[in-house]
Structures are given as C-alpha cells and as structure tokens.
C-alpha cells in the first residue's frame, strides 16, 4: 500500500515506518522535525519536509499521489506541558489535525489511522484496561485535544465515509 505517515520523524511514527516498509509498503514521511530527527527516518522511506500548520502544503502533499492510507502521529503529546500551556495544545492539536483531516478527505483518502491516547479516559486507567466501553473522560487538555480529533474522524466517517481507527496506548 501507498501510506503517508504524519509524525514518521518522530518516536512512535518511526517505529511504525519499519514495520511498513518491513511488510512491503511504500512509505512518505511528513514532518516538520519540530521533535523528531532526520536520522530517525528509516531507510527506504521518502520524506517531505512539511508544517501541518501550513494547510496548503499539507493539500498539496496529500493531493500529490493516492494513498491508500494516511496514518497522524504529528502532534504536541506531554500531558505536563498540556496543563501549563492549555491553549497552544489545544489549538496545535486540533487544527493540525483538521488540516490533515479535511485534506484526506477533499482528496478521498478512503483510510485514516489515527494515533490517539490513553490520556483520554483520565483517572479511569489507572485501575484497569481500557476497553470500548471505558468512559471517556479526559484529565487535561492534551487528552481532551485528541477526544475532539477522534469525534472529528467519527464526523469524517458518518458524512463522508472515511473510514477510521483510533489508537490508545
Ligand atoms: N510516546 C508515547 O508513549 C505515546 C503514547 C500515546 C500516544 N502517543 C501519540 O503518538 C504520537 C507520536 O508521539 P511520539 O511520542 O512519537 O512524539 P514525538 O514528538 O517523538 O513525535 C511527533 C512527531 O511529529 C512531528 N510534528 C509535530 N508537529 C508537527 C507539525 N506541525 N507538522 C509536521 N510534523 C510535526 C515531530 O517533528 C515529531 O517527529 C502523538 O500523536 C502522541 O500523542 C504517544
């Protein structure tokens, strides 16, 4: 498959790259190198040097080849921080995703994977597993940034039929 990982720069996204490019896929990188590293790009992975905040170079990378997924890991991600700069997080988060979001689905990206947080059911995990049912209860901005682009996706899902998972960890 054709995939575009958000975020490939960086801890998590780089990890998953490998695992792309191991099963055979062929991977872009977007990133801004904000946090992530050059040198985390694995091998074998194109990588194209984009802001998400810049809603028109993010439209035209993801207009520029047909992919068969989009997987987001770009974005702020300390709970700490969240709580000390509330409003850049929740901004940051949220309109870099809509820009990635809309953009996926003014080009039919059919496939979205996005990397969400446990952060998003509060005290709730701390004494067990999440599960579906788990109550979704989030205990800082941080958290509350990734409800609102879950319910943006389900938004995308139910209006425009782009399909949707959402990772917790
Ligand atoms: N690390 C964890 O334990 C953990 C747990 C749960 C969820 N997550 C989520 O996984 C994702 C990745 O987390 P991480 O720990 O790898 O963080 P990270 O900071 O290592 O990676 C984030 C990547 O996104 C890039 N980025 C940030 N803002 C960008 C922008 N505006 N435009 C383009 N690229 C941008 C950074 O340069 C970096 O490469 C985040 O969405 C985070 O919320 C991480």
Redesign the pocket.
Known sequence: MKCLV????????SHVVISLLDAGHDVVV???????HLSAIPEGARFWN????DITATRNAIASENWDVVLH?????SVGDSMRTPFHYLR?NAM?SLNVIESCVDCNVRRFVF????ALFGEEIKSTKASESTVINPSSPYGDS?FFIEKTLSWADRIYGMRSACL??
Do not use: M
Not at 30 to 36: A, E, F
């Open positions: 958000t975020g490939g720069a960086g801890y998590v996204g977007l990133d801004n190198l904000s946090t992530g984009i802001d998400l905040a890991f770009a974005a702020l991600s940051y870099n990397s969400s947080t446990a990734k917790s960890v």
